[in-house]
């Protein structure tokens, strides 16, 4: 496998656990941009070979599959999407009681 596959491979498996697709492109171009710098930092200063630069930069940047979930997590918190919950049926609750009082007065 070329070392260009293998990062597309990386990023597949980081991106396949982010959810929202502006999200996800946008991790994917961070996400190559800092693999591409630390691979030319591998190759210009330490003068490791493309191979050796690649498979060191993507060890460095850990499990894919853990950083595919801290990133989700990182946007979406449960305890965020819960809070945001509660508020849209607290507003749907006053909502609908001024619905229904305005109703009552006015009919």
Do not use: K
Not at 19 to 32: D, G, K, Q
């Amino acid at each position: 496998m070329s070392p260009d596959e293998r990062i597309a491979r990386y990023l597949n498996q980081v991106c396949r656990h982010l959810f929202w697709p502006p999200y996800r492109a946008r991790i994917r171009r961070e996400l190559t941009d800092h693999i591409l710098s630390h691979v030319e930092y591998l190759e210009q200063d330490r003068g490791d070979t493309h191979e050796q630069a690649v498979s060191t930069a993507l060890r460095s940047m850990g499990n894919p599959d853990e950083l595919g979930e801290q990133l989700r997590y990182a946007r979406f918190p449960v305890s965020y999407l819960f809070c945001l919950f509660l508020t849209f049926l607290i507003w749907a609750a006053i909502a609908g009681c001024l619905t229904y009082l305005l109703s009552y007065f006015l009919f």
